[in-house]
């Protein structure tokens, strides 16, 4: 009988060849973005005229509109950091709740904790202005920051679940028996333990608020919009290189703090090898 023998390694080959045209599908588009912000001409162009960092002189200088860029981006430091501490620290709260918990209804109160993740923004920007309205805070930095913080506090659950969930239970009975308080076994054994999965939650409600515009609309006025309502007025406007450096600023930034994550994960698989 005439067998054909099959090639083991072409599985394997068309798989990376998939995978590489998925990633370059996905990257590409971020990547033409990087060098436009530094094109010397006031238009899109491929190839480029030349190098000029005129565009982003244009959002760290003096005019008006880099006052504005300036605004905007103070204004997504404010309401990024506040509603950040407010997400991790409900988040968390959360998390440790639940992963204590017997009540037989804890994963329905689990699920509508992370149901903002696929509720529609716009539904979510809805409800949230209509709440805010009732309590005079739409126009204010309060809005925004308990609407982002409310938004992002499910990556802060969800990090800080899986990171519980190989949590060893018998080092808070220790703690317990050797007279520890139940706030000073969280502090000087939970938390230290669970930090990477607190702070890489904490990294993702970040990253979250300063990309979210939608619900923002709903709720800011001028003095409190955000880059990424900067950047949605800026193309709408007038289309200019600027948009490009400061998508290149986000990507740089986005780029390390996925880095940061990376290594917490890191941290925390050796960990949880070291502990079996």
Do not use: C
């Not at 010397?40 to 491929?46: C, L």
């Not at 076994?185 to 515009?213: K, M």
């Not at 709408?236 to 390390?256: C, G, H, K, Q």
Request: glycine residues 6%.
């Amino acid at each position: 009988m005439g067998l054909t023998k099959r090639n083991p390694s072409f599985p394997k080959l068309a798989l990376g060849v998939f995978s590489t045209m998925t990633l370059a599908f996905l990257i590409l588009p971020i990547i033409v973005i990087i060098p436009l912000s530094f094109n010397s001409a006031p238009y899109f162009t491929y190839p480029m005229p030349g190098f000029s960092w005129r565009w982003y002189a244009e959002i760290f200088g003096d005019s008006s509109a880099s006052v504005m860029w300036q605004r905007g981006i103070l204004n997504s430091f404010i309401v990024g950091i506040s509603s950040t501490f407010v997400a991790t620290t409900l988040g968390t709260l959360a998390a440790l709740g639940l992963s204590q918990s017997t009540w037989r209804y804890r994963n329905l109160v689990y699920a509508v904790l992370v149901s903002p993740l696929v509720v529609p923004a716009i539904v979510s920007g809805l409800g949230l202005f209509y709440v805010f309205a009732k309590l005079k805070l739409v126009g204010t930095f309060w809005s925004l920051i308990l609407a982002h913080a409310a938004l992002g506090a499910p990556f802060v659950v969800i990090t800080v679940s899986a990171t519980l969930k190989g949590f060893n239970q018998t080092l808070l009975r220790a703690a317990e028996v050797h007279g520890a308080s139940p706030a000073r076994a969280f502090y000087e054994v939970t938390l230290p333990l669970i930090l990477p999965g607190v702070v890489s939650g904490a990294i993702f409600a970040f990253v979250w608020s300063w990309d979210e515009i939608v619900v923002t609309l709903f709720l800011a006025t001028p003095p409190q919009h955000t880059v990424p309502i900067r950047m949605w007025s800026g193309v709408r406007e007038s289309f200019n290189p600027t948009i490009t450096a400061v998508a290149t600023l986000l990507i740089a930034m986005a780029i390390i703090l996925m880095l940061v994550v990376d290594q917490l994960n890191q941290r925390n698989a050796r960990f949880n090898s070291a502990s079996r």
